[in-house]
């Protein structure tokens, strides 16, 4: 069964802090994985894509990171901003139904002055 | 404003009536997706059109629900007979239908869906 899994489920940092989210999957055939930032209320935005030769992607503070062989991706976010408070998931596109997108349930990242 | 829109934005019904949702994609897209999100929830997906064509719909979408795409360019998603657990964001997503890696889904704001 094709299954992203992310930790932690929650986070609380304090502004100007670094933090690192994690997302596993289980998608098979692998296409691409995204990073995805969902403001409350709003619809999802991609922040990076990442194809199965592609270890790195950086977006400004955002740095996100692929290992295809442990099938582990992780979004590291620098120097955070208030701005930064919102739900990031961890999207895999795959599968034996080709485009089809598995979303993790996401990390809720809280920013606090 | 070029990008996914969807209306109404917030629905508030009473159980047992029928709703029915509006999804503008960007204008150029061949696909057109469903999502429902829950609250905490990643988007869960529910059906898709390329062009008019409804190419699959997942098994979460029961009976009640309905999804069209008349013209291959707005879609509409109706619920009939609302129930309590029908609350929900419902998303809305398109993608210009190209093979391989680079199809980016973007996605609409959403409607939150409350059935009391």
């Known amino acids: 069964k094709n299954q992203v899994e992310q930790s932690p489920q929650s986070l609380i940092i304090l502004e100007g802090k670094n933090c690192t989210l994690q997302c596993n999957y289980t998608v098979s055939p692998f296409s691409n994985l995204r990073w995805y930032k969902q403001d409350t209320g709003r619809g999802p935005v991609s922040l990076t894509i990442?194809?199965?030769?592609?270890n790195t992607k950086s977006n400004g503070r955002y740095t996100a990171t692929l290992d295809a062989d442990t099938k582990q991706s992780s979004l590291h976010i620098t120097a955070s901003q208030l701005s930064d408070s919102a739900s990031y998931i961890c999207v895999v596109s795959g599968g034996n139904a080709g485009n089809m997108l598995t979303f993790g349930g996401g990390t809720r990242l809280m920013v606090k002055p | 404003d070029t990008g996914v829109s969807q209306n109404p934005r917030h629905k508030i019904t009473k159980r047992g009536q029928n709703v029915t949702f509006r999804c503008d994609p960007i204008?150029?897209?061949?696909?057109l997706y469903w999502y429902r999100q829950t609250l905490g929830q990643g988007p869960e997906f529910l059906t898709y059109f390329q062009n008019e064509a409804q190419l699959e719909k997942s098994r979460l979408l029961s009976d009640r629900f309905s999804a069209e795409r008349p013209k291959g360019s707005f879609s509409t998603l109706e619920i009939q007979r609302t129930e309590q657990g029908d609350s929900a964001m419902y998303l809305c997503?398109?993608?210009?239908?190209?093979?391989?890696?680079?199809?980016?889904?973007?996605f609409g704001p959403g409607t939150r869906l409350t059935v009391l």
């Open positions: 997503a398109s993608s210009l239908g190209r093979p391989g890696q680079g199809d980016e889904q973007f």
């Open positions: 990442m194809t199965f030769s592609e």
């Open positions: 204008s150029e897209h061949n696909r």
